[in-house]
């Protein structure tokens, strides 16, 4: 079965340090891989993909993610975190039947401290 | 960028009543949208799949009289809550399709927070 999971419900960090939040997948054939984020009683804001190509994706606001074939991992990162950071974020991966359905993992909730 | 747009984004209805949220995209046409639903501090579940013209693909568990879905044009999907009841109470959100040149992502509406009283 197909699935994205994020293995850490929240992630503390003080402003200024690197943060990473973790997620890994196991989607079949060549995977599409999102990370979104989430601001209270918003919708889902999109940061970043891969797709193909560099396994160093750029994305929004900073971050940046690494797609790692072999530990079929997909980690968000960025290098100096900011308060405003603080947010839920959600990795998600799409099925190969092409539907266009996503699917989340647990999500994690990143809280930078000052 | 594709926007989607969601409306209204809060609503508080009596029990029993219904109540229909817009999903709509702005600036592009979108043949597929997705409707999630978010319990607090949970992930999205996927409730249904919205084809324009044809009928809506629910998931698993979701009752297709209860929710109801049409998308009659290419940029508006709606979700009817039928006969509503607290335990409807949640966030739902919707996504769509973007644009050819974005494969594989989706845009998502700012959600409608629920309320049933």
């Known amino acids: 079965a197909q699935s994205v999971a994020q293995p850490e419900d929240q992630v503390n960090v003080a402003e200024g340090n690197p943060l990473t939040v973790k997620c890994t997948y196991s989607?079949?054939?060549?995977?599409?891989l999102f990370w979104y984020v989430q601001y209270p009683n918003r919708g889902l804001q999109f940061l970043l993909k891969?797709?193909?190509?560099?396994?160093l994706v750029k994305g929004s606001y900073g971050f940046e993610a690494e797609f790692n074939k072999s530990q079929t991992s997909f980690h968000l990162k960025k290098p100096s975190a900011l308060v405003s950071d603080s947010a839920l974020y959600f990795c998600?991966?799409?099925?190969?039947?092409?539907?266009?359905?996503?699917?989340f993992g647990q999500g994690t909730t990143l809280q930078v401290k000052p | 960028g594709a926007v989607v747009s969601q409306h209204p984004s809060r609503v508080i209805c009596k029990s029993g009543t219904s109540v229909k949220i817009e999903c709509r995209s702005l600036?592009?046409?979108?043949?597929?949208m997705f409707w999630y639903r978010q319990f607090p501090k949970q992930s999205l579940m996927l409730m249904a799949t919205?084809?324009?013209?044809?009928?809506?693909?629910?998931e698993q568990g979701v009752e297709k009289d209860k929710f109801l879905i049409n998308h009659a044009s290419l940029t508006l999907s709606t979700l009817t809550v039928t006969s509503a009841h607290p335990e409807d109470s949640s966030f739902y959100i919707c996504?769509?399709?973007?644009?050819?040149?974005?494969?594989?992502?989706?845009?998502f509406g700012e959600g409608s927070r629920l309320t049933v009283l």
């Open positions: 989607v079949s054939g060549n995977p599409y």
């Open positions: 891969y797709i193909t190509g560099d396994n």
């Open positions: 600036d592009f046409q979108a043949t597929t």
């Open positions: 996504s769509a399709r973007g644009p050819s040149a974005s494969p594989g992502e989706l845009f």
């Open positions: 998600a991966g799409r099925e190969s039947s092409n539907t266009g359905k996503l699917i």
């Open positions: 919205s084809n324009e013209g044809s009928k809506a693909t629910y």
